[in-house]
């Protein structure tokens, strides 16, 4: 009833741009805090960038002036900008978020809501 969807994903060359959406549907009271994490293969998956419901950020030393976390709380959205895309970028990227949602009529909270994933290669 309630899940998140990123899209977005993509091939694109080395310093070129790509823009994650990660959308939640469903009975949605709000949304708290989101992640964005990417898994390459035969690595663990790491944290990317974060935006808590008051709108700070934070991100990973690799992506840092290179990434943008925003969201648009209207759309139920938190998207991630990635620009000056590199090579070791290339991984799948996904959204986990801390939200309010209803069911069956009742209010509760999930603490870890993942989506499925999308792919990111960044490649010549």
């Known amino acids: 009833q309630v899940q998140l969807v990123e899209s977005g994903g993509g091939l694109v060359q080395p310093g070129g741009s790509l823009r994650l959406s990660c959308a939640a549907s469903?009975?949605?009271?709000?949304?708290?805090?989101v992640d964005w994490y990417r898994q390459a293969p035969g690595k663990q998956r790491e944290l990317v960038a974060g935006?808590?419901?008051?709108?700070?950020?934070n991100y990973a030393d690799s992506v840092k002036g290179r990434f943008t976390i925003s969201r648009d709380n209207a759309k139920n959205t938190v998207y991630l900008q990635m620009n000056s895309l590199k090579p070791e970028d290339t991984a799948v990227y996904y959204c986990n978020a801390d939200m309010v949602v209803v069911t069956a009529g009742l209010i509760r909270y999930v603490d870890d809501q993942w989506g499925q994933g999308t792919q990111v290669t960044v490649s010549s």
């Open positions: 469903g009975s949605i009271f709000s949304i708290k805090n």
């Open positions: 935006i808590t419901s008051g709108g700070s950020t």
